[in-house]
């Protein structure tokens, strides 16, 4: 409809031109976006990949089941980027007119007297700039969300049961240390009295 609408105008050629515009931002920044994020997870699955083959226990009502983080993780990575690739190639493809501006911008007015940037810099060329680094800090964070995923996964499986040891050893050898420090407590003032009581001759009562 809305071709026929832009035809009946006599401007079928701008219509068009939206929809090759839309088209290419998609397929742009869904491979970029799904290769980025697809890059660093292999990255990331090739170094920790000795630590992530290792199988942990998990009780389940039906019994313990092993289960190796790198079954679980290595296709959700491939599902994550090819999500990411999507959302970002439907989101940039509907900013268009962004791109279609500093496309074909023109020249304008002389630069402004405090930064030295013409007018046409601030009307075309900074949003598009905004807007790859908003697209670019965003994959930066989620890759580093999923690094310390991987960090923690590949930590020893008997680093959590050592901690705990330790901990009950230390609980054990304080409440040894207040034990004996009690007993001395209560043991040496009898003592000196005892002490006191063959010195002076005296019999020790009770």
């Known amino acids: 409809v809305e071709a ?3 035809d009946s105008l006599g401007y079928p050629s ?10 290419a931002l998609f397929a742009i920044f869904s491979v970029l976006t799904f290769a980025i994020m697809r890059a660093a997870f292999w990255r990331l699955e090739r ?26 993780l290595r296709p959700a ?22 791109f279609a501006l500093y496309l074909n911008q023109g020249a304008t ?4 007297p405090i930064f030295g940037r013409p ?8 949003p598009i700039y905004e807007t790859l680094s908003s697209w670019l800090t965003t994959l930066a964070f989620f890759i580093l969300a999923g690094a310390v995923l991987y960090a923690l996964l590949s930590a020893p499986k008997n680093s959590t049961a050592a901690a705990r040891r330790a901990a009950t050893t230390r609980s054990c050898a304080g409440s040894t ?29 009770g």
């Open 14 to 23: 701008v219509y068009w031109y939206k929809v090759r515009a839309r088209l």
């Open 77 to 98: 990575a491939w599902v994550l980027s090819l999500v990411f690739g999507l959302a970002y190639g439907l989101s940039l493809s509907a900013q268009w007119e962004w």
């Open 4 to 6: 026929l609408w832009f």
């Open 47 to 72: 170094s920790f990949a000795p630590f992530l083959q290792r199988e942990f226990v998990v009780d389940l009502k039906e019994g313990q089941v092993a289960v190796a983080p790198d079954r679980v």
């Open 119 to 126: 007018l046409g810099f601030y009307l075309f060329t900074l």
């Open 177 to 205: 240390a207040t034990g004996s420090m009690t007993s001395s407590v209560v043991v040496g003032p009898k003592g000196a009295v005892t002490s006191a009581n063959g010195w002076l001759g005296a019999p020790e009562k």
């Open 109 to 112: 007015a002389s630069p402004d």
